[in-house]
């Protein structure tokens, strides 16, 4: 991706970004992925390509650090329980429910159960982006956003480690081990965590230091994308951390003399570079995304796929909301339902298949194609459908 493709896509966004903003209640995302799509029609934007690594390690720290960085911390601790079901247990039920149903539609195409369960990792991973902002807007009660936003920022990094478990069986046939997998899931979960908030601590205390705005915005980079690399290296998640570290710094903040003006500072600066990082992403995944779903031939599975997500989805947070009698009362069916749409597939769902595209061979082009063509469904038709069924299920 050259610097004048990177200045193009850039301006096309600002369009994007200026046109959306008359249309409150349709999803950007969608938009720019439509646009991205169309773009990959035109010979001059045949050469981008995003590769995983770059979504891995460019954007995604970036964007969850800005999700992190805004969500606020007394709605962690007032829904903490259901969102580390939801993110843990209930990702992982969640992936087994789509996994064998995946299993049992794709047997005239021969999908072995380990290539299912991989596609169901994949497809486990919410991303709501603007939604959130969209739920907000349409209910009274923002419990509804508050879960999604949450839930999707921790599921990113769990979900990254039950991917990388089945791809190594996928790959090398090896045998799963429940016991083991457990080990390695809490250790990369809870030393990610831990890594985030320490840095997140540091960092909101060396703030305070300079007075220079400049410095104080280039400290909230360093942490972004320090906390990420650090946890990395260590054989953590860099995603928990960059997201416990985002969520650690808005709370040290929130204690702090001057919160306004360091608040003021740092919103400036990302207020402005996560919708920069944000159309240049989902422009190039509609750019890239073309070559694996122009030779779709089992377009029916994927739907098929699509529709089990949903339904997976929704029984497992249905069930989860019994489990915490807070939530019986306040999550009805119609907000579990709500809760279910709302859980749109995009850009870890994106660096997931990009991953299984470069680390196995042809045998996985089939499952990279369907995995395509399930996340584009998700962001165009959940996307589309979020606020008219959140007014619907309303009255």
């Keep these: 991706m050259s610097t004048v493709q990177i200045l193009i896509l850039l301006t096309i966004g600002y369009v994007a970004m200026t046109i959306d903003k008359k249309q409150k209640n349709f999803p950007l995302p969608v938009f720019l992925v439509g646009i991205g799509f169309g773009l990959s029609f035109i010979p001059y934007f045949n050469s981008i390509t995003i590769s995983k ?45 789509l996994g064998l149903a995946t299993y ?6 021969e999908i072995s159960l380990v290539g299912a369960l991989l596609i169901a990792s994949i497809l486990t991973p919410t991303d ?30 769990t979900s990254v480690v039950l991917f990388t478990v089945l791809l190594t069986m996928f790959t090398t046939q ?7 997998f457990i080990g390695e899931f809490l250790s990369v979960s809870i030393g990610g965590v831990a890594t985030g908030l320490v840095a997140g601590w540091i960092v909101s205390k060396a703030i305070h230091l300079s007075t220079h705005r400049e410095n104080q915005v280039l400290l909230s980079v360093i942490i972004a994308y320090g906390a990420f690399h650090l946890a990395e290296a260590f054989g953590f998640s860099g995603v928990l951390a960059t997201v416990a570290a985002g969520i650690m710094l808005s709370a040290e903040l929130g204690r702090a003399d001057k919160e306004e003006m360091h608040r003021e500072y740092l919103n400036g600066f990302w207020e402005v570079a996560e919708p920069a990082l944000l159309s240049i992403l989902f422009l190039a995944i509609g750019i890239v995304a073309a070559d694996y779903l122009l030779p779709l031939h089992h377009g029916w599975l994927a739907i098929g796929i699509f529709i089990v997500s949903i339904i997976s989805r929704f029984i497992v947070i249905a069930g989860t909301m019994q489990l915490f009698s807070g ?12 809760l279910s749409w709302a859980g749109i597939r995009g850009t ?8 299984l595209a470069d680390a196995a061979d042809s045998s996985a082009d089939a499952l990279v194609s369907l995995g395509f063509a399930v996340v584009l469904l998700s962001l165009v038709v959940q996307s589309i459908g979020i606020y008219p069924l959140s007014k619907a299920l309303e009255k």
């Excluded at 009274?140 to 956003?145: G, R």
Aim: glycine share 6%; net charge neutral; proline share 4%.
């Design 128 to 157: 709501p982006v603007s939604v959130v902002s969209i739920l907000k807007k349409s209910l009274d009660d923002p419990s509804v956003a508050d879960i999604v936003d949450g839930e999707s920022m921790i599921n990113d990094g």
């Design 327 to 338: 939530y019986r009362k306040l999550m009805n069916v119609k907000k579990a339902s709500l």
């Design 174 to 180: 090896q045998e799963f081990e429940f016991w083991p």
């Design 104 to 109: 049992w539609m794709g047997a005239g195409i």
């Design 53 to 97: 690594e770059i979504i891995y390690t460019i954007f995604l720290p970036g964007l969850l650090f800005a999700s992190a960085y805004h969500y606020s911390a007394a709605s962690l601790r007032k829904h903490a329980k259901v969102i580390g079901t939801l993110s843990t247990a209930g990702l992982l039920v969640t992936a087994l429910l």
């Design 348 to 355: 870890m769902s994106i660096f997931l298949l990009l991953s």
